[in-house]
């Protein structure tokens, strides 16, 4: 009889890394554990962007640059293994909605958005698939928005895929490589017997995947790896199929930079059936969640004013999607075998960028799943039994709170886009961020620590939760 292994996570990390697992050892029994309804998965909700070089941004230390090179070189691994997949079987070209995507930076956008912007351009002119737009190009895609962007580029090969059909061919492929489904919610992990305890099932695992995005940290011995916390995505699927006239060029994802600290840009993504427009984000403690309603306000309108103009946004329907997005508080995700647990492997912290990383990701536990040793760069950094890694220096970290902020509040209309305005709302924020801090260090009775500041106020529990 071959090895038992038990995936706790059905999102795209725990299923690809599942499938990876019967291929790579087709006598193994591999257990996929997970509600089918994958309520609040990060996965499910996501635009499924391959999101790399547009969700770079200009760092603020060099720790921050260490984890933006990371995201790059490792979301280039994610782009190759989905393209891979991609192109194994013709049958999953239906996946993919849109083979490019335009950046675009709007007028009077912020230092924060404009800087992050450059930044992503440079990134993808150094791989060499950047392609500055001319104004006529810029003009035929947002012929219906009501303002114009300055300066577009676009990234050749950053597509995007249906999530929907995906998990409906993931599911394909586990039923044909004889991968079991457990539809439940994991209540405890017993790991001196190596057991996964659900409501109505024990399951003894050889080795175990824990990839239960912001809920990882929740089933593991306490002070193992450092606290999950999640950012909650808000976005909206349109149904209408009949306003391609938005987009005078096809196969295209449309969407800006970073805007504003902890979410990840306005973007417009095609799909099978409609749209995908998000999406917003707020950083709270793992649990139930709400969509939080300015994000929905600001969603519609930024399309309505930037891409689509009142006359076809007045037509539109759709739902609301929400996600959870699992974030470590150092911002670096948690990618490894358990030092002290080594038949345990961990994937969460991915933020964001999960889906994008997750053939990457699935390789590794492949890699170690046969006993092999990981030689993957960048390894021992994103280890997740690893001492918490600070953003940077103090003022480092309160620069990058600051102006993340700044843009923040640009972007929501919270304050005037006068020079002296943001100089006030600058000196504010600076003080209130130096408080922040300080609190924080209490917390934690540390003095030195300097945690991402996107997450110094759910560290807190304070209103509000680093909105953004």
């Keep these: ?92 070209e239906k996946i993919r909605t849109a083979k490019n995507t335009l950046v675009f930076l709007k007028k009077d956008a912020s230092e924060f958005e404009t800087n992050n912007y450059e930044a992503a351009k440079e990134a993808a002119r150094d791989y060499g698939i950047a392609r500055m737009l001319d104004q006529d190009f810029i003009n035929r895609v947002f012929e219906f928005a009501q303002t114009t962007p300055v300066e577009a580029f676009q990234i050749e090969g950053e597509f995007s895929i249906d999530t929907r059909v995906l998990f409906q061919i993931f599911s394909k492929i586990c039923v044909d490589l004889d991968v079991k489904f457990l539809d439940e919610s994991v209540v405890e992990v017993d790991f001196v017997q190596r057991k996964v305890i659900t409501a109505n099932s024990k399951v003894k695992y050889d080795k175990l995947l824990v990839a239960l995005g912001s809920n990882s940290s929740k089933y593991l011995p306490k002070g193992v790896i450092q606290d999950v916390v999640q950012g909650v995505g808000t976005a ?50 793992p649990g139930a969640s709400h969509h939080r309603l300015e994000t929905i306000r600001y969603l519609f309108s930024t399309f309505e004013r930037e891409v689509c103009g009142s006359s076809i946004s007045y037509q539109l329907e759709g739902n609301l999607v929400k996600g959870h997005r699992p974030r470590a508080l150092d911002g670096f995700p948690l990618i490894g075998q358990l030092g002290d647990f080594p038949n345990v492997f961990i994937a969460t912290g991915t933020n964001r960028a999960g889906l994008t990383w997750a053939p990457m990701i699935s390789n590794q536990i492949a890699t170690w799943a046969q006993d092999q040793r990981d030689d993957s760069k960048f390894s021992s950094l994103v280890s997740p039994d690893r001492s918490e890694i600070n953003f940077g220096t103090e003022e480092e970290a309160i620069t990058y709170y600051v102006e993340s902020r700044i843009g923040a509040a640009l972007e929501h209309g919270r304050i005037e886009a006068s020079a002296l305005a943001i100089e006030g709302e600058r000196q504010r924020i600076k003080q209130y961020a130096q408080t922040l801090l300080a609190e924080v260090r209490k917390v934690k009775s540390n003095d030195n620590v300097v945690p991402h500041p996107d997450h110094w106020s759910v560290i807190l529990e304070q209103i509000p939760r680093c909105v953004v």
């Excluded at 996570?9 to 509600?35: D, Y």
């Excluded at 699927?237 to 306005?266: D, H, M, P, Y």
Aim: aromatic fraction near 10%; hydrophobic fraction near 45%.
């Design 236 to 285: 909206i699927e349109i149904q209408n199929k009949g306003i391609q006239g938005v987009l005078s060029e096809k196969n295209l994802v449309i969407r800006t930079v970073n805007r504003g600290g902890a979410q990840c840009g306005f973007h417009f993504v095609p799909r099978n059936n409609g749209y995908y427009l998000g999406a917003g984000n707020y950083i709270m403690l």
């Design 1 to 92: 009889m071959g090895l038992q292994f038990v995936v706790l996570g059905n999102g795209a990390i725990g299923t690809l890394s599942a499938i990876a697992l019967k291929r790579k050892i087709p006598s193994a029994n591999v257990i996929l554990v997970g509600n089918a309804l994958r309520a609040n998965s990060a996965s499910s909700a996501a635009g499924a962007m391959c999101n790399v070089f547009a969700e770079i941004e200009a760092p603020f230390s060099a720790n921050h640059k260490e984890l933006v090179d990371f995201s790059l070189w490792y979301g280039m691994k994610g782009r190759e293994g989905w393209l891979d997949f991609i192109e194994s079987d013709p049958y999953f």
